[in-house]
């Protein structure tokens, strides 16, 4: 039987892990790092934060300019990080990028859940809210992208999962909470056939867009991150689109400057990808088994494991 969490003992997550791969990430510099890249996994790093979320921005036009009336492709974009977002409204302006021409397309990727059903843009933590505030409506009326080719996680599940098909999504980007999820593919809880091993690699890549409970450490992260510190803003549950549509995507990139996940984190994830060591209480080590994959950062934010009191 695995070792027991010791965060929260009703789930699974990185505290569950063996002990020497934990030491393994641990010990790992910056420039150890580096050389975690291989075929179909690239390790990335920027020195300014300037440089990192202007590149993290061009993502978006650069998958935007590939998409024709004919074949109609586009990005599924994060919150957390945001602070691309307003770069990227400047980007398409100062370039006169007609998204509506181009048929350009844009999946949010998660949305907060209260009673059952996606909160609206009136909720103050709305997801999609924050991207068309931060985002694209600060793109000009003739440039923008018309609202049927914004594709949210609310409503119908079923409907918004159809959409990869419908349409090519050249890039998923994220950035990667404290339970090492992207999106809000959180590790699941200790219970039923998941109380002595958490799901196998290939059941949770099975997953698709859906409605997840969400990991306390998720939820304090969100309060500490978007909230103030208020956690009881942050709603327990959430809309997320899943590995299902993950594997769809033609590259998975993934924007660490250090705000999110801390120096360990950060490492634990780049190690198992590179080492192709998935395992789904740590949910980003599943993108081992994409076949294209990308984690920037922001080489100062890396930080070091070192103990240091505070």
Same mark, same amino acid.
């Given at each position: ?6 965060v929260?003992p009703?789930?699974?997550?990185? #505290? #569950? ?6 030491a ?17 996994f ?34 599924c ?14 980007l ?11 048929d ?6 998660d949305?907060?859940?209260?009673d059952?059903?996606a909160?609206?843009?009136?909720h ?11 985002c ?16 949210f ?25 404290? #339970?090492?999820?992207?999106?809000f ?64 995507a ?60 505070h």
């Amino acid at each position: 039987m695995r070792k027991q969490s010791v965060v929260a003992p009703g789930w699974w997550d990185y #505290t #569950t892990i063996d002990d020497e791969l934990v030491a393994d990430a641990a010990k790992l510099t910056v420039k150890d790092l580096e050389k975690l890249s291989r075929p179909g996994f690239k390790v990335v790093m920027y020195d300014t934060i300037e440089d990192f979320y202007l590149a993290e921005a061009l993502e978006y036009i650069e998958a935007w300019k590939q998409s024709t009336p004919a074949n109609p492709c586009g990005i599924c974009g994060p919150i957390g990080p945001t602070e691309q977002l307003p770069l990227v409204a400047r980007l398409v302006n100062a370039i006169g990028l007609n998204l509506g021409k181009l048929d350009a397309h844009f999946w949010g990727m998660d949305e907060w859940v209260q009673d059952g059903k996606a909160v609206g843009t009136d909720h103050p933590l709305s997801f999609a809210k924050c991207d068309k505030e931060l985002c694209f409506n600060k793109i000009q009326a003739k440039l923008r992208m018309p609202d049927k080719n914004m594709h949210f996680p609310g409503g119908d599940l079923d409907a918004y999962s159809k959409t990869y098909d419908q349409f090519c999504c050249k890039l998923m980007q994220g950035g990667q909470g404290d #339970t090492k999820h992207w999106a809000f593919n959180d590790p699941v809880k200790r219970e039923g056939k998941y109380e002595k091993n958490p799901p196998s690699p290939a059941e949770f890549r099975k997953l698709g867009t859906r409605i997840v409970d969400l990991h306390p450490m998720t939820v304090m992260q969100n309060a500490r991150t978007s909230g103030g510190g208020n956690i009881a803003l942050v709603p327990t549950r959430a809309a997320t689109v899943g590995p299902k549509e993950t594997w769809k995507a033609e590259k998975v990139s993934i924007w660490q400057a250090g705000c999110h996940d801390n120096a360990f984190g950060m490492r634990l994830t780049t190690l198992m990808i590179s080492k192709k060591v998935p395992d789904s209480a740590v949910p980003m080590s599943l993108l081992a088994d994409h076949p294209n994959v990308q984690f920037n950062f922001f080489r100062p934010g890396l930080g070091t494991c070192k103990v240091e009191m505070h």
